[in-house]
Nanobody
Framework: QVQLEESGGGLVQPGGSLRLSCAAS????????VAWYRQAPGKQRELVAA????????RYADSVKGRFTFSRDNAKNTVYLQMNSLKPEDTAVYYC?????????WGQGTQVTVSS
């Protein structure tokens, strides 16, 4: 059983930055995939960024390319999402996701609000 806990959300002005963290209860090295998703009010959950174990490449949604950076610290079993140049349309609940042993795991989500 894997548990994921996000932190780092909050209220920020347009153009500002936030760093989200996702601490995993297990070794993230064993995960097939780790990702960040977000869900805005009235919209479907969408993929923001993902790291696949195969190849180790990072994928980003077009809407966040060049502004968001997904990183990992294997020693701390933690992944991060550095969000820069935030826009009001980035407002959403951000979820950490992991696939491990053919099962899907989700964190509880952290609210990010971009507003002046």
């Amino acid at each position: 059983q894997v548990q994921l806990e996000e932190s780092g959300g909050g209220l920020v002005q347009p153009g500002g930055s936030l760093r989200l963290s996702c601490a995993a209860s297990g070794s993230i090295r064993s995960f097939n995939a780790v990702a960040w998703y977000r869900q805005a009010p009235g919209k479907q959950r969408e993929l923001v960024a993902a790291i696949l174990a195969t190849g180790g490449r990072t994928r980003y949604a077009d809407s966040v390319k060049g502004r968001f950076t997904f990183s990992r610290d294997n020693a701390k079993n933690t992944v991060y999402l550095q969000m820069n140049s935030l826009k009001p349309e980035d407002t959403a609940v951000y979820y950490c996701y992991a696939e491990a042993q053919y099962k899907d795991y989700w964190g509880q989500g952290t609210q990010v609000t971009v507003s002046s």
